[in-house]
């Protein structure tokens, strides 16, 4: 069972206060982008083993969207940041580098 | 309204009753802004709460919902008075004031088992100087959403969507069931 603490009001609770919403920091491709972009953002996602950024939403509190940094494996939570970004802070990323030395998510590492 | 439904007589661990009604003003915008903070303070005699806080006094209150959300508690009666000051006075910022008084029921819980009858329900820490006087806790209660704070020393207001109400009532009950203390949060204060 996953922790997650949301960046938006503080609260710590497992994972059933809270909705997955998938991989995080998609780029969207609509009308006019190429088909292989198109499907790309439609269908193509990462099934990481280890280190995976999500979208998640605090659905049963203060009902917004949040990221969170997780290793699929263990189930451990690296950290929870907010929305409005297209990447994760670098403080994050370094402390994934030291637990998880090497790891690498589509083009972040 | 306000029959108690398990009373602590029949042998529950906690006393269940349903609130009286409550008024109830949903209040978005930005809450870091003067003229809110000013409007509200001068609708209900209370700041707006910090982050996952609730202020109340004398039966108004203001519980912290969301970054952008306040819930005015007062009673049931003031509220059309209330609402007309508060958007007199926020006519001019981007903010919306409106009567939700009867979205939502309520239930006062109460007694020495009163938080494990909770933390049996909901996913939140109510270890005593984990979850206390003055805080608000929006989660989720079995399968359903709810909030609740604290009206005193083992007492609690709970509210939830009205329409919810009558699931919300059950599940109370069998939380609080005779013979049901689990005794995690109350060991000290019950030798039951």
Redesign the interface.
Same mark, same amino acid.
């Given at each position: 069972m996953l922790i997650l603490t949301c960046p938006v009001c503080g609260v710590t609770a497992e994972e059933t206060e809270f909705h997955g919403g998938g991989e995080a920091h998609l780029t969207r491709h609509g009308p006019g982008s190429s088909d292989d972009d198109f499907e790309d953002y439609l269908f193509m996602r990462e099934n990481p083993r280890g280190v995976h950024f999500e979208r998640w939403r605090h659905v049963y509190g203060c009902g917004k969207w949040f990221h969170a940094a997780r290793c699929t494996t263990t189930l451990e939570v690296f950290g929870t940041y907010p929305a409005q970004t297209t990447e994760p802070p670098k403080d994050l990323r370094a402390k994934i580098s030291k637990k998880r030395p090497g790891w690498t998510w589509k083009d972040l590492a | 309204m306000s029959e108690p439904m398990t009373a602590g007589a029949d042998g529950g661990i906690a006393a269940i009753a349903e609130a009286p009604l409550q008024g109830m003003i949903t209040l978005r915008g930005d809450l870091s802004d003067d003229t809110i903070r000013a409007a509200v303070k001068s609708a209900t005699g209370q700041k707006v709460p910090e !982050?996952?806080m609730i202020n109340t006094a004398d039966g108004v209150g203001v519980c912290w919902?969301?970054?952008d959300e306040l819930l005015i508690l007062c009673a049931h009666g003031d509220v059309p008075d209330k609402l007309h000051q508060l958007q007199e006075s926020l006519s001019r910022v981007h903010a919306l004031a409106v009567n939700v008084s009867d979205a939502r029921a309520g239930f006062i819980l109460s007694g020495p088992h009163a938080r494990d009858v909770l933390a049996k329900l909901c996913?939140?820490?109510l270890a005593p100087d984990r979850f206390a006087f003055g805080q608000l !806790? !929006?989660? !989720?209660l079995a399968q359903v959403?709810a909030a609740f704070w604290m009206l005193g020393e083992d007492r609690f207001h709970l509210i939830c969507f009205r329409s919810q109400k009558q699931y919300v009532s059950d599940v109370l009950t069998v939380s609080a069931q005779p013979g049901s203390a689990v005794n995690v949060w109350s060991k000290t204060i019950s030798g039951t």
């Open positions: - | !982050r996952g919902m969301s970054p996913p939140v820490d !806790r !929006r989660t !989720r959403p």
